[in-house]
């Protein structure tokens, strides 16, 4: 019974984590809103061998398919680190946005993602 009952726990908790990466699945287009002006951020998560990727585009900078070297989605808080640039962020996803703060070079600034619509 024992047994049955860890297991039981075992598939709960993996269909958590499937169900909470679905949700952030998928193409999210935002800016980050400075003081000089607002840069146009699209964010690709996908997922790749049951982890989670992310690369970005800043069409404004002529910049596509940066790779964030740290991606995590837990209790729909979505976390990315570039070490490249020096750059996180960290957003909440309430009602199909993500509402969260993008930090590099030991500046903070708002960055709201929002679904890219489907073509």
């Known amino acids: ?16 984590s499937l169900q909470d990466n679905s949700k ?9 809103i400075t003081p000089n002006g607002d840069l146009e951020i699209i964010i690709h998560l996908t997922e790749k061998d049951k982890a989670l990727k992310a690369t970005m585009d800043s069409p404004m900078q002529n910049a596509y398919g940066l790779a964030f070297d740290e991606v995590s989605f837990k209790e729909d808080v979505l976390k990315l680190k570039m070490e490249a640039i020096g750059g996180t962020y960290e957003g909440t996803l309430k009602d199909g946005k993500f509402t969260g703060k993008w930090k ?16």
């Open 1 to 16: 019974m024992k047994f049955i009952t860890t297991l039981l726990l075992v598939f709960t908790s993996l269909s958590f």
């Open 24 to 32: 952030a699945l998928g193409d999210w287009n935002g800016k980050i």
């Open 104 to 119: 590099q070079s030991g500046q903070t600034f708002d960055m709201n993602l929002e679904k890219k619509a489907k073509k």
